[in-house]
DNA sequence: ACACAATACTTCGTGATATGATGTATTACA
DNA sequence: TGTAATACATCATATCACGAAGTATTGTGT
C-alpha cells in the first residue's frame, strides 16, 4: 500500500488499539496486523509523538525479567478520533471527485 | 483538514481533474476548490511530480498574450487512477479499524 | 493615468512523518 | 548452543504539502 495513503490514519489507528484497554508496543502491532501492517520503528514514532501530545499516558512495568511499556489513551486522545471521524467525511469528498464518472453533462 | 490526510490523494485528484480534458493549472485549481483546497505551489509542485512519473503530458500555448500550460493525462496517468481506487479499500480497512466500536466481547 | 484584482506560472525553505537499518537485551525452545 | 520470539530505541533518509515571495500580463474601476 502506498506509504502517503496512510499517513494522518497511522496515529489514530494506534489510537483505537489501544482505546478499549491499555496495552504495550509489541501487542498492538500484532493486534494491528490483520488490518494494518507497521514497522516497529514506525510505532514507536507514533507512540512517542501521541505521548508529546498527551493523547496517551505511560507506565513501565516488568513483566518476565522484561521491561514493558504500558500505553492508556486519554480524553485527548479519545477527542482525536472523534475529530478524524468528521475530517472523514472531507476525505470522502476528495475519494468521489477521483471515482466518480464524466457525467457527459458539464 | 489535515494535511496528512490528504497525501496520497492530491496527486490522484489532479489526475482526475484533468481526465476528462486537457486543462491548464490556474483551472485546476479553481475547478477543484468547490471540492478540495489546494494552494498553487503544491499544484505546480504537484504538475511537476506527475509529469516526470509520466503519468501526464504538457504542451506550451500562449493565450491572451499569456503563456499556458496545457496537461493532459496519459493512459499511465489513467492506470495510476484505477490502482488507487483498488488501494482505496485498503484505506476503508484503516477506517474501520479506527471507527468501530467496541463489540463488548473478546 | 493609476491602483488593484485577477490570471498564470515559478522557486525556495520548512515541517511533518513513515520506514529501513541497526542496536540492545531477555526469554523460550529445539 | 544457537535461533526465534519478545520488547524497546535511535538514526538517517525520502517524500511531500504548504506559505512566502517573486515575475509578468490583462482587465477593471475611478
Redesign the pocket.
Known sequence: ????L??????VCVLAAIKDGES???????DMSPYI?????????????LENAQMLTVR?AE?????????QITNKGRERIEEFKSEWREVMVMYQFVSKEDSGYD
Chains 1, 2 share one sequence.
Open positions: 500500500m502506498d506509504i502517503q496512510k499517513r494522518g490514519m497511522l496515529d504495550y508496543g509489541y501487542k498492538i502491532i500484532k501492517t507497521l514497522s516497529e520503528s514506525t510505532l514507536y514514532t507514533i507512540l512517542k509523538r513501565s513483566h518476565g525479567g522484561r521491561l514493558r511499556k504500558y500505553y
